[in-house]
């Protein structure tokens, strides 16, 4: 997810699938980083993430 966005300079889903280069079909993979989006960051990587973006 963080190197589609990176990559596509987009923060739309189907541009982030893009730059993925799966073999999947687009819609599937877009419908696999929907549920992974909606399930939200766990506690400790969010913690961890904003102790980098600190520095």
Known sequence: MNYGIL??????????????????????????LSHHLAKGTPGEALKDYLTQVKK
């Open 7 to 32: 990559a596509s300079g987009s923060c739309l889903l189907t541009d982030i699938v893009d730059q993925l280069h799966e073999t999947s079909k687009k819609v599937n993979i877009v419908d696999r």
